[in-house]
């Protein structure tokens, strides 16, 4: 009987693609996602959750951008800086964007190291991805400050309709919020791979559970979602 | 189980090429959606500009970085389909901002401005 059960959770010896095999994966009567791991699918509903927040966000964005009478700031002069005396748009955005796609290609590396078991590697890219994940904090800071101190609110601003404020703090707040957990955690399985608790299969403090080299996988997927988020952001809200 | 979890360890092995060469493009993704801004351009082609390079962008993070394309269709369609919805939310809401608009207009439109 467990024998004829464990055989049953591999994926069928006859193979089917296309609409049948999701038809055959979800009527098994087993785990319907045969190649991922309890851990991974639970991220990936998880991110299925998270990307409903922010399509909330973005939608009321967009519905208070269409509804206003009063014309919307230019993102483009808004987030312009200064530098050498000239006006360059949105640079720091720039900077942003291509920093975090940075920390993302970081991040995959270091999940592929992590599969070969190459610890010095994977911790070193781990690392590399939160400080990238760190200074895209950071800069954000500086952006917050510096549209504060032009008189930015979440009621009103000195360009025009005022939704625009509460738009751009709710928005890029709640994706530095994001980018801030993935920095904390980050830390926590790089220090994790660091001592070898993947190898010598030590428990988790929280779950008592032996983790494994996927677990910096899972934590990779969090990560490229927070990068994927900011690829939406970028074009809705700075460059529309 | 343990099995499974092995022949899944095989199955993500990928070349480091592989994540250069993705990187490299999403950094060219976005100096274009970068430029789209820097070189002004207006209308129907901007919108068109940043939602292909944007689409470009989240596909090649998913697809590759994520690990999707190398997925079973059953996980690839439980998490790829239900955003959809979303779109549907979309036209929704642009007819109800719309309307609002409208309404603004009529009611606020003489005495404002």
Partial sequence: MGDHALTNTEPAAVPVTGWRSIVADWSSDQRAFKSASWGKAMMWIFLLSDT????????????????????????????????????????????????????????????NFGYRRDRRKTVALMLATAAFGASFVGMQGFEWTHLILEGVRPWGN??????????????????????????IFLLITARKVWRGDFDVGRRGFFTSRRGTYENVETMGLYWHFVDLVWVFIFAFFYLW | ????????????????????????????????????????????????????????????????FMHMAWERLALMYAILVPPVAVLVFVVIMAFESDYTRFVRHLFFGAAGT
């Fill in chain 1, 158 to 183: 000195p360009w025009g309709a005022d939704q625009f404020g509460s738009s751009f703090f709710m928005i890029t707040g709640f994706h530095g919020t994001h980018v801030t957990i993935g920095v």
């Fill in chain 1, 52 to 111: 409903f927040i922010f399509s909330c966000f973005l939608l009321s964005y967009m519905t208070v951008r269409m509804s206003t009478t009063v014309p919307w700031p230019n993102p483009s002069e808004v987030f312009a800086l200064k530098i050498g005396g000239k006006e360059i748009p949105l640079i720091l955005i720039a900077i942003m964007t291509f920093i975090l796609i940075s920390s993302s290609g970081t991040m995959a590396m270091a999940v």
């Fill in chain 2, 1 to 64: 189980m343990a099995q499974a979890a092995t022949a899944h360890v095989e199955g993500q092995q990928h070349p480091i090429g592989l994540y250069l060469v993705v990187w490299g493009w999403l950094f060219i993704l976005s100096t274009c959606s970068y430029l789209v801004d820097y070189f002004g351009f207006q209308g129907y082609l901007r919108w068109s500009l940043i939602v292909l390079f944007m689409l470009l962008k989240a596909g090649l993070i998913v697809a590759v």
